[in-house]
């Protein structure tokens, strides 16, 4: 009797689940493997490379950087300088980032195959065949450890392989398993949001925004010896504390197993109570009614891009802000460290030579006298190099704003607004727009950003004033213009191969970012906008450079406009 | 009278594929016009070169006696476009696209808003990503006929719709219909431009291979008859625009071409009739004849 209760028990909940993880496997072998692929080449690639690259001298240097609070606050406690081998050195340094990346990957695995397909009707269909109640749920769960135990053998194996005297076997295989323990982790903690979130967005957003919060959790633990058990509550803290290749710790695995259980087991029994296509959390109604913004096409480009465009602007000013923590001690890195020397001296053409057996005092006395005697003072080139570094990593987004013209195209909405009496022209200047206030906006928030912080840490303060930051900042605008109307020009003429100003966009980022370590011939950065900005205070700001850059930009914009108005509008779906 | 929709010898390449070889349609203001055609014969290409979405390779598209391509921003004050496949904007909810489409075709009614989303049975504040096809559909349907417009082109509109808010859809192009607006209906649904539709154009591979009332049309087709006489009917097969002669329980069983109906009522007579029925080809049959026909 007992026995058939069972069984039934079994079928109903759980039929069919290894038919449907199959399924759902095949679904995910490619995605998968691509994760599995480009994840190991960067993170287990890396290792040859830099234990080449770092020798013994420049590992307890960044042994010893990572001591700071705010190395500690990013990437976890310190344990380099303890350890020997260049194992913990690489685990001190990209442990964390690592398995907080396994973690977004699980969060995207777990919605996609619970939520998202729940919201396209796929899962009704699935729920219409003869399958268990929670067997859907089963197969991504089993799905996902399919997923991550790959990933940790993997990982594992080639980390072994690849590492030197310090990183055996045991260590590697922990390494690779805390991956796959922190990975299962998030993919229980995401099923558990997708049953309280009634959409697949609601369930992404709130399992970022609690692995935003473990990450601050776990920075705040980590930082005050206090409060050292906060970073154990979080899975990232438990991962960190595993220390594969330092304290080589398994209990952190055990537990972070343990919780992931228990909170799949909460996901389970919610999974059961809720209806199709509800969540416990109601959906919030939107606004039944637009807004003012809404009435012209150009609001509607602002309304498209404007979460976006405050989360750059956040970014921006936090980027800023974090680099200029290091202004208070970064004549102490320069003095004592090749890379920053280069990073910073060679553009500015100084030459600096240590002399053999200088204190670092002695050191920062001498750099500073030789900067100071080129006309310059070290904070200035360091923001000058801040400058330079942020607007190639920022450029992206005011590419991504104008791009989004297109993209709308794609799916079949730009159509529709100029089935009404909006002409192309106004369209289109829409997004070009907000691309080009964005440049603005992000190299004024930078400098603010970049002042805010560094008013605090450098011991004079007259050396880095705001209208310094402001005008090296905004001379960039004009080549950032340039490139968005590059992209403009190309959605005007070729817009099926708008990709090239994203290849244009990596090979400045190549030109510019090593040509400051003077690798490149110098004419390669006149292949690109950015060769004709002003680097302040080494360069004087050079007006007529500036208005032209702008006029080939607006002769760019005008272009690709001229061209917009009279080509054919294309939805993917009609082709 | 005047035109609302002109289109003449209007040719569209896509490459080395020609989707429209020399259209020629007009269509008078105050008409609701069917366009169909089986799947890719160049319907909702007709579409996008009246809405100055697509350039014409040659020939030339009017609307309201404008140019579809150079005057399109005048052209679209006075049109409400839908299509089959309605994509919108994710994060934005329905009645936010409502208004985003009533605002930039600057009319507001409110009044007229409310009742067709009550009509419609479409909740506005759902975002549309949640929305299905169908309802995505209804926000389009909602937002063009709260517009004020003059001509209402609709590309499939329905093709999501159940056959309760099909029944609201019809009403609505009725309505408009009275108020003397103009429809220009692309659709595959033959009870809905039967019931709907003053003509009906039927374009296969890129041509309009027929244009005229539905009346017209069925002249174009055969009647299916059933006849029981006093005697055997002789020589029937003998005359022209008859074919498919069968026997069956309740007499013979044949087609005749509708032109030449009269005749063969005038030969049956000869053997004493006992029973005529004749029904008018359906609709569907009536397509299914054009849409299959070969070559041109
Ligand atoms: N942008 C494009 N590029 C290339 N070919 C196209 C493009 N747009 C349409 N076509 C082709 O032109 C033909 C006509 O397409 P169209 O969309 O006008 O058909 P339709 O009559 O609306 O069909 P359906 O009933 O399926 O909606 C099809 O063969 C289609 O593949
Ligand atoms: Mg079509």
Redesign the interface.
Known sequence: MDKYKREDWRNSNFSNTFLLTKFMLRRERFIALAWIIIFNVVVVGLVPGMMLAIDVDARVELASMMELPAMIAMIGPAFATIYEGFGALYTNLIFLFSVLTIGIMNIFLITRHTRADE?Q?RYEVVRSLPVGRLANLSAAFLTAIVVNGAMSLIMGLLMFAAGDYSMGFAPSMLWGLIHGAVGLAFAALTALFCQLSS?S?GAVSYSFIALILFYFIRAAGDMNPDMAVLSLLTPLGLAVHAAPYASNLWWPLAVLLGASAAVAAIAYRLSATRDIDQGIIP?R??????SAL????TG?SF??TRTALILTLIGVFALGASYATILGNVDEFVATNDFYRNLLLTPAGIDFEAAEGMTTEELVTVLNAVVNAAGFNLTQLFASMVNNIMVLLTLAAPLLFVLRAKSEER???T?????????RFKYLAGFAAISFAASLLMQIVLAVGLHSIAQGVIPNPGDLTLAFLFESAIVYVPAMWTMSAIAILLIGVAPKATGIIWAYYAYTFLVVFIGRLAIFPEWLVYTTPMGFVPQLPMDEVNPVALVLLTAVAAALTAAGFFFYN????N?V??V | MQYSVEINNVTKNFGKFSALKGVNLQIQEGEVFAYIGPNGAGKSTTIRVLLGILQSTSGTAKVFGKDAWRDAVEIHKKIAYVPGDVNLWPNLTGGEVIDLFVNLRGSHNKDLRKRLINDFNLDPTKKCRTYSKGNRQKVALVAAFASEVDLYILDEPTSGLDPLMEQVFQECVLEQKNRGKGVFLSSHIMSEVERLCDRVGIIREGEVVQVGTLDELRHLTRYAMTVATERAIEGLDKLDGVFDITKEPGGLHFHVDTLRMGEVVNHINQFGIKKLESTPPSLEELFMQHYKKEGA
């Open positions: 919201e009707g959409n967005r959906a109604p939107g606004r039944a009614e637009a809404l009435s012209t096409a509607l309304r498209l799916a079949g909405r159509e529709l607004i100029l089935a009404t009496p909006t002409c009279k080509r054919d509008i939805a779906t009609h």
